[in-house]
């Protein structure tokens, strides 16, 4: 795990917020939809591109998904979408496996697992192991990770990595991906009781 916490340390100088997940046994229009959005709506923008489009649109919100290493990967730029128990359910259903983690500006972080439509990891990782809300999951994975502050964010994509083996390429952050047009996924989720909840 230390080797590579060092290969991510580039990532703790950048100024981005950020849901990273790796979705196994779906297909890129599968998470699409998962997500609220699109398939066949489908443009090319950089992470920045796609965050500002955002904030121009006011309530919606943009990802990027692709295919990579027999996964799909999902890339939020000032999003959150891939931090809902009920999205990592969902993505998750039959034998597939959901593997997000998450950091705001305020210096939150939120790692999410869901395996076979049931969510097996929903915690934020400053705390250790320790419970920092009554509903959070910590699995038996996270035990002894030892995470030193000041390097959450490398430590994040490092168990990325860990438990789904996609690494996280830094030139993501700046080719243009294919993107698409998500809502809020609190309105996506109006009326699903316990979509917050794992």
Known sequence: MRDLIDRYQWVQQLDVV?????????????????????????????T????????????????????????????ENNGWSGTVPEIA????????????VHWNANGMFRITEARGGKVTAYFEPTFGTELAAPDDVIPAWAQGLGLQPGEFRAACLALVQQQTSVSFEEDWLVKKLPTFRIPDPDELLRGVDGARTP
């Open 89 to 100: 359910r969902r993505a998750s259903q039959g034998e597939g496996h959901f593997f997000s």
């Open 48 to 75: 920045i591109e796609a965050e500002d489009a955002g904030l121009d649109d006011g309530d919606d919100f943009y990802f990027q998904v692709f295919e990579h290493q027999d996964a799909v990967v999902a890339l």
């Open 18 to 46: 950020m849901t990273f997940a790796v979705i196994q046994g779906r297909s890129v229009d599968e998470v699409v939809r998962i997500y609220g959005g699109d398939p066949e709506e489908r443009q090319l923008m950089t």
